[in-house]
């Protein structure tokens, strides 16, 4: 891997754990300054996508963690009604809710690397012709 690479997906995890959770536009911001870092849009949406994956697994992960442990402490007669709607969202919410992580991630990567190609196309000064001699 690529140091520009690397530090795309080192800093889109970090920003996907932290900002992930906010809906769409949290994983297209990670996602776009992890693609900040690359080169083009390939290595953009590769960075964006394994941030997201990496990302969303750390924030399912510790939900789970924090939710096992909050039943098993018991909330009383209350705890059937959570538990059976919680039970459901085991089933179905996270796998959703991972890919559209992931998916937004890596949009948010490409749309991050082509940025970074225009405003450092803008920058660079025309190079002067030499007139023949």
């Known amino acids: 891997m690529k140091r ?5 997906i080192v800093t889109g995890i970090m920003l996907t754990v932290f900002i992930g959770w906010i809906p769409i536009v949290g994983p297209i911001v990670s996602g776009f300054i992890a693609g900040l870092h690359t080169k083009d849009n390939r290595e953009g949406a590769m960075a964006g ?3 997201g994956a990496v990302g ?13 442990e909050f039943f098993v402490q018991g909330v009383g007669s209350f705890a059937g009604i959570i538990n059976s709607t919680i039970s459901l969202l085991y089933a179905y ?10 998916a937004l991630a890596s949009l ?3 749309l991050g690397s082509e940025m970074r190609s225009r405003w450092s196309a ?8 030499r007139r023949p001699r």
């Open 56 to 68: 969303s697994i750390l924030v399912a992960w510790v939900l789970f963690v924090v939710l096992v």
């Open 122 to 129: 803008e920058r660079k000064p025309a190079r002067k012709r």
């Open 49 to 51: 996508f394994i941030s």
């Open 108 to 110: 948010g990567g490409a």
């Open 93 to 102: 919410g996270p796998v959703a809710l991972m890919l559209e992580v992931i």
């Open 4 to 8: 520009g690479l690397e530090l795309g």
